[in-house]
C-alpha cells in the first residue's frame, strides 16, 4: 500500500518488516530454532542470516545466557509483557548488551542493543522524580515539572507534554527545553497528526524512540513468513518508523524523538513528546527509567484529576447555595445579568451569559446578537425539553451561525422553568487561535514528497480549520454542576413566582 496523506490512519506501522539500525533482532520459533533475524545480525554473532534461520538458536549463543532467557520467558505473564535484561554479555569478557524479550503471534522475539554493565540506582531516581512532582501545587505546575524530569533525565532539547482533546486532536500543555529553540506550547494539532493506529499501538508499547530519522532501516530476514506473513512488531523496542511521520520529523529539523505514553483510565491521556536536534540513543535502562516515571506520573495524575473535580464540583456546590441565599434576600439580583453572568461563569467558564424570561432578554459578557439569541431559543425550545443543552457548534442549532461565531460557537442552556420557556445560557467563544510564529531557525530548504503539510505549522493550520465554528466543548462534570445550578434557579423561580401571587391576593 502507497501511504500518503489520505490514508494514514491505515497504514500498518506495526508490519514495516524493518528495525532501527542501533540493534539487532532474532525471531525464535517455541522451540527455540530461528525463524527470522535482522539483516545487521552478523555484526553481533559473527553469522550471516542465511546461515542461521532454520537453526536452533543454542548453536549461536552460551547455554549460561539460553539459560537467563528461559528464565525470564516465565516472567511474560501478560500477552503485552516485554521482559528487560540490562548489562549482558554474550560471551565473557565481550560487550555488554541490553535485551528485550517479548512474545509476537507465538514466536519469541529478542532484541539487542548495546548497553553498559554500570546500573544506576533506578529505584531512587524514580523515587526523586516523584517527590519532586508531588510538591507542585496545580496541575499546570505539575504537567511543567514532569516535563523537566524526564528533560532531565533523557537530555533532549525539547520535552513537551500533549494532551489529547477527546476527538484526538492534541494541545501542547507544558514544555522543557533548552534555550533559544522556540516553543510550541499552547499550540494545538489535528488528530490526524498521530493518527488513530499510532495512538491504538502507543497504549500497548508505552515508549518508542527514533534514534536517528535520517537513518537506513535494517530489514527482517526473511521479510515474510511460509504464510506470507511480516512479523508484527508492535511491541518490539527498535521498531522502524512509519515514513510519512519520518517525514514529519524532517521537515521540523527535528533528527531525533522520543514519546512515552501517558495512560489514564486506560485511556491514551497523552504523550511526553520529546524532540532533539542531533542523533541521541539514551540506554534501554534510561528509557525504563522514564517509562516507569511516566507510569508513576499518570497514576499521580489520575488521582489529581478525581481531586480536582471533585473540588470543582464542591466549590461549584458552594456557588449554587450562594446564588440561593443571595437572591433569598435580594429577588432584584435575577434580573441583573451581570451578577447572574458573574456567579454563573465563576461555576462554569464561559465568555458570556444571555437571560431570557417570560420574553425579554438580557446579556453580559461576550454573546450573540439578541436577533440571533431569539433563533437560539426557539430552537432550544424543540429540543429535549426539560433538561441542560448544550453544544458546542451553534452553527448545527441554527442557521447563519457563522456570523457571530466568533464570539459565541458553544452554548450551554439552563432551562429554568416547568416548561420550555426561560433560559439562562452560557456562551463559549469560537476556539480558534490566532499564532505568531517565531522565526522558525530549523526550517528546512526543500519539504518531502508530501510537501510542507507535514510541518507544525500547517498542521495548526489544518487544526484551525477543523475547530471553524467550535468552541471548547463543556464537560460532563460541568454539565453536572449545571443541573444543580438549574435546580437552584428553579427554586428561586417558583419561588419568586408564589411571592408574586401571594400579593396579588
Ligand atoms: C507519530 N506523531 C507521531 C508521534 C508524535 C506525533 C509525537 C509519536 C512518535 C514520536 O515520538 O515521534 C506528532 N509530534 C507530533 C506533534 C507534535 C510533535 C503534533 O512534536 C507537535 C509539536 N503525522 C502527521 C500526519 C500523519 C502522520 C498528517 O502529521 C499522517 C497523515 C502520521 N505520526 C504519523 C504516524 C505516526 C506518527 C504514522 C506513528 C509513527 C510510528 O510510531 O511508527
Redesign the pocket.
Same mark, same amino acid.
Given at each position: 500500500m502507497t501511504v500518503d496523506?489520505t490514508n494514514?490512519d491505515r497504514?500498518p506501522?506495526h508490519l514495516l518488516g524493518a528495525i532501527q539500525p542501533v540493534g539487532f533482532l532474532i525471531a525464535l520459533s517455541t522451540d527455540w530454532v530461528i525463524s527470522r533475524v535482522s539483516a545487521n545480525i552478523a555484526e553481533l554473532l559473527g553469522a550471516e542470516p542465511e546461515a542461521m534461520v532454520g537453526q536452533p538458536f543454542a548453536e549461536f549463543i552460551s547455554p549460561s545466557l539460553i539459560h537467563d532467557l528461559r528464565n525470564r520467558m516465565a516472567y511474560l505473564v501478560s500477552p503485552d509483557s516485554v521482559e528487560r535484561m540490562f548489562g549482558v554479555q554474550l560471551a565473557e569478557g565481550g560487550r555488554y548488551y541490553d535485551v528485550a524479550l517479548h512474545l509476537s503471534e507465538g514466536q519469541i522475539i529478542l532484541e539487542f542493543e548495546p548497553g553498559s554493565q554500570t546500573s544506576g540506582d533506578t529505584t531512587g531516581m524514580v523515587r526523586a522524580m516523584m517527590a519532586r512532582l508531588d510538591t507542585r501545587p496545580d496541575l499546570a505546575s505539575f504537567y511543567r515539572e514532569g516535563a523537566r524530569q524526564v528533560r532531565a533525565l533523557l537530555g533532549y532539547d525539547r520535552v513537551?507534554v500533549?494532551k489529547f482533546a477527546p476527538d484526538g486532536a492534541?494541545e501542547?500543555v507544558a514544555e522543557a527545553c533548552k534555550a533559544g529553540i522556540g516553543s510550541?506550547k499552547g499550540?494545538h494539532?489535528p488528530a =490526524?497528526?498521530?493518527?488513530r493506529q499510532?495512538r491504538e499501538?502507543?497504549k500497548r508499547n508505552l515508549l518508542?524512540v &527514533?534514534h536517528d530519522v535520517e537513518a537506513v532501516p535494517i530489514a527482517i530476514v526473511p521479510q515474510r513468513d511460509a504464510m506470507g506473513r511480516s512479523l508484527d512488531l508492535s511491541l518490539s523496542v527498535l521498531?522502524s518508523? =512509519?515514513p &510519512?511521520?519520518l517525514e514529519?520529523?524532517k521537515n521540523?529539523g527535528v533528527r531525533a524523538?522520543? =514519546?512515552i505514553s501517558i495512560v489514564v483510565d486506560g485511556e491514551l491521556w497523552g504523550?511526553f513528546?520529546?524532540?532533539h536536534y542531533s542523533p541521541i540513543s539514551p540506554t534501554f535502562e534510561r528509557r525504563s527509567v522514564s517509562d516507569l516515571f511516566a507510569q508513576m506520573f499518570s497514576l499521580r495524575l489520575e488521582s489529581r484529576e478525581r481531586r480536582e473535580m471533585a473540588e470543582y464540583e464542591r466549590r461549584a456546590r458552594d456557588i449554587s447555595d450562594q446564588l440561593l441565599s443571595a437572591v433569598a434576600s435580594d429577588e432584584t439580583l435575577l434580573k441583573d445579568p451581570d451578577w447572574l453572568a458573574d456567579i454563573l461563569m465563576s461555576a462554569i467558564p464561559a465568555d458570556g451569559v444571555g437571560v431570557w424570561i417570560n420574553g425579554n432578554y438580557a446579556f453580559s459578557g461576550t454573546t450573540p446578537p439578541s436577533e440571533d439569541f431569539r433563533a437560539i431559543v426557539r430552537a432550544l425550545n424543540a429540543t429535549a425539553a426539560g433538561k441542560v443543552f448544550t453544544t458546542d457548534n451553534i452553527g448545527s442549532l441554527v442557521k447563519g451561525a457563522e456570523s457571530f461565531a466568533k464570539e459565541a460557537s458553544g452554548l450551554l442552556a439552563i432551562p429554568i422553568s416547568r416548561s420550555p420557556r426561560d433560559y439562562v445560557v452560557l456562551f463559549r467563544s469560537e476556539m480558534r487561535q490566532s499564532v505568531r510564529w517565531a522565526g522558525d531557525p530549523h526550517k528546512p530548504v526543500e519539504y518531502g514528497p508530501n510537501g510542507p503539510?507535514?510541518t507544525?505549522r500547517e =498542521?495548526f493550520a489544518e487544526w484551525n480549520e477543523q475547530v471553524e465554528g467550535r468552541s471548547r466543548p463543556f464537560l460532563q462534570p460541568e454539565l453536572r454542576v449545571a443541573e444543580t445550578l438549574r435546580a437552584t434557579l428553579i427554586e428561586v423561580v417558583l419561588r419568586l413566582a408564589d411571592e408574586a401571587a401571594a400579593q396579588r391576593q
Open positions: 496523506l494514514c497504514e506501522i513537551m500533549y492534541g501542547v510550541f499550540l494539532y =490526524s497528526d498521530i493518527p499510532a499501538l502507543y518508542r &527514533i521498531r518508523v =512509519s &510519512i511521520h514529519y520529523l521540523m524523538s522520543l =514519546s504523550l513528546a520529546c524532540h503539510r507535514l507544525p =498542521s
